[in-house]
């Protein structure tokens, strides 16, 4: 369990520092709806977004290992200590953090730790086959469908938290097909494994939340993006773990506790992106329209 708690906490800074690298590319960029693949060949040009790439690719592979090596419900909460390593790092680096916010990040933070503090230890098998996956990847469908809706018709933060949100919900599915990766490997091989559905399908939602994620990043101040990617992936995370994996959502008297924890996230992911909303962006993109768009920094 160290171990793997150790190798979350790794990935997590990793993501980030590679979130506080791409949301400034990303707000170099000239603006584009989501899923456009031009916004990705653009941002491919700028150095320090692609050194986010690095350092992402980097989260990914000690995220592989941790969540192979323990559950969902450990490692994903685990993550959202990304939050505060991104919005420190830009504080650190002279950009405008407000108090509030940095306070908003901790209740995240601090709600998700109660709902992992009363985690049940214990670890299903995986199921393999496409039946065994089918209610889990409909329900995070729901979700995604839900928060693309919300990113399409919204504007301003509202625009930048849903399609967050929506990041969150392709990265939690993607680490949930990838934790299938090691049994599949143990049985089936090497080639069973890239042979595998849950392999295509895991590099697919992660290449689409990753080019999400930039949209969002454009959208709007990365607290509020982030904010909303962070919550939603250790939800959705453990909402894989009961549906498909078969892990308990509590044990005992330990349902009030992790309910609570769960709504101190949600209040914390609506303060912070409250407490960005004043924040100015500095001078428009020449590659964009010249609106005023919010920013941590």
Not at 13 to 35: D, E, I, K
Not at 41 to 70: D, F, P, S, Y
Not at 258 to 273: E, K, Q, S
């Amino acid at each position: 369990m160290t171990l793997t708690i150790t190798l979350a906490l790794l990935a997590a800074v990793c993501f980030g520092v590679a979130s506080v690298l791409q949301h400034n590319g990303a707000l170099q960029a000239r603006q584009r709806t989501p899923f456009h693949p031009g916004l990705m060949v653009e941002l491919a040009h700028k150095r320090g977004w692609v050194l986010g790439v690095v350092a992402q690719a980097a989260g990914v592979t000690l995220h592989l290992v941790a969540v192979n090596l323990g559950a969902l419900s450990v490692v994903q909460p685990v993550l959202t200590i990304g939050l505060v390593v991104a919005l420190g790092l830009q504080r650190l680096a002279g950009r405008q953090v407000s108090r509030p916010a940095m306070l908003a990040a901790g209740q995240v933070v601090l709600g998700l730790a109660v709902f992992l503090a009363v985690m049940p230890p214990e670890q299903a098998a995986i199921p393999v086959d496409a039946e065994g996956w089918f209610p889990g990847l409909l329900l995070a469908g729901v979700l995604l469908a839900a928060t693309l809706a919300g990113g399409l018709a919204l504007h301003g933060t509202a625009r930048c938290v849903c399609l967050g949100a929506g990041a969150g919900v392709l990265m939690a599915t993607s680490a949930a097909l990838g934790k299938a990766w090691g049994e599949v490997l143990n049985t089936q091989g090497l080639v069973g494994l890239t042979s595998s559905w849950q392999f295509w399908a895991a590099l697919g939602c992660g290449a689409a939340g990753t080019l999400l994620s930039q949209t969002a990043f454009q959208a709007g101040p990365l607290g509020g993006s982030l904010a909303a990617m962070m919550a939603i992936d250790p939800v959705v995370g453990v909402g894989l773990g009961v549906v498909v994996f078969g892990e308990p959502f509590a044990s005992g008297d330990t349902t009030p506790i992790r309910i609570i924890g769960l709504t101190i996230t949600l209040v914390g992911v609506w303060l912070l992106a409250m407490a960005q909303r004043g924040t100015a962006d500095g001078p428009p993109n020449p590659g964009r329209p010249a609106v005023p768009v919010s920013r941590t920094g």
